[in-house]
Structure formats: C-alpha cells, structure tokens
C-alpha cells in the first residue's frame, strides 16, 4: 500500500509542478514582452530626433525664402528711387541680406547632414526592434508549445494517478490527500535514522519500529506526514 502511495506522491509532485509552470507562464510571457518596450521607446526617440532636423530644415528654407522676399522688395525699390545715393544704399541692404542666404544655406547643409545621421539612426533602431520583435515571438511560441506538451502530460498523468488510487484503501488515501493538501510538499517522507524525514524531529522508537514494519500507517506526531521505512 505505501508504494502505490508513493508512486501517487511521485505523480502529484509532477502535477503540481506542472500546474506551477503552467501558472508561471502568463508572468514570463510578459517579462519576455517587455523587452519590446524599450526597443520601441529607442525607435521613438530617433524618430523624434529626426523630426526635429527635418523642422530646422523646413524653417532655415523660410527664413531664406523671407529672405529672398526681402531683396525682391529691395529692388523693386530701386527702380523707384531718384538719387544714386538712395540707390546704392538699397544695393548695400541687398548684399547684406545676400550674405544671410549664404550662412542660411551653409547651415542649411550642414543640418542636411544631421539628417542624414538621423535617417540611419531610425532605420538602425527600426532593425532592432524588428529583430528583437522575431526574437520575442519566437520565445513566446515556444512557451505557447510548452503549454500544450504540459496539457497532455498532465491528461496522462491524471490518468496514471487515477488508476493507482483505485487500489489503494480509501482510508490511507483521504488520509494522504488531507496532508498532501495541508504540507503541499510531502505527504509521505522517509524516517531518516530516528527522526522525521519531513519535519526532521527526533521520532519516538516506537514509531521507528511501526513504520518500519509498515503494516499500518505511522504518523509523525509533530507534522502529520506518513513515516516509511526506507531501508
Ligand atoms: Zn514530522
């Protein structure tokens, strides 16, 4: 009777154990989801650089078309003005803002390039998320399949559990499955030369004796659980 019993620990530690993974995988699933956040938070914040650039461009290309406006309306002046002196002092305004453009397009240039650097820089973080997105699906399958192998291991070994609590005495296994419930470890433990192989207390002879003739069931007087010999 106690090897059934044993063999019915043996099964209901495997099945508690696989309800456990099981009842894990939801929290790894997300752990292992998180990892896209701060790709996606990287990818966001290139974007944004990027878009700051493409901004500067857009006002250097006004200010330089304000500009252009500028020298349009200056030499619409001119040919309005009487006197060489005016003139010329609208000539001098025109370069002046001539030598603007000219810092207005160099600087132009210049954040062209920045552009440039940001474009790589989003396409760089796009590939790693992207990677990185391949990567997660992958675990997350693999944990989906792992799922299903626990499913039917656990339908074969609720089976298995089944057929060997038919044979065994009703009364030992309310018995066992009263402390299997309470300890959630072990219901049965070893005696370990004379103490509890649960509970580690130092166990009476007597009880030694019993449970090594295993005849009937022999409890630890501290924690419940069944004593066995194990010789
Ligand atoms: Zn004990």
Redesign the pocket.
Known sequence: MLERLLILQERDRKIAKLNQETADIPARKETIQSRLEAHREALQKAQEGLKVKQLAIKETEGEIQACQEKIAKYRNQQFQVKSNDEYRTLEGEIEGVENQISDLEDREIGILDEVESEKKNVAEKEGELKEEERLVAEEVAALDTRVSNIEAELHDLNIDRENYSKDIEEEWLSRYERIMNHTRDFALVPVERDT?G??H?KIPPHLVHDARKGLDLVL?S??G?ILYWQP
């Open positions: 509890c649960g509970c207390m630890c501290y924690c659980r």
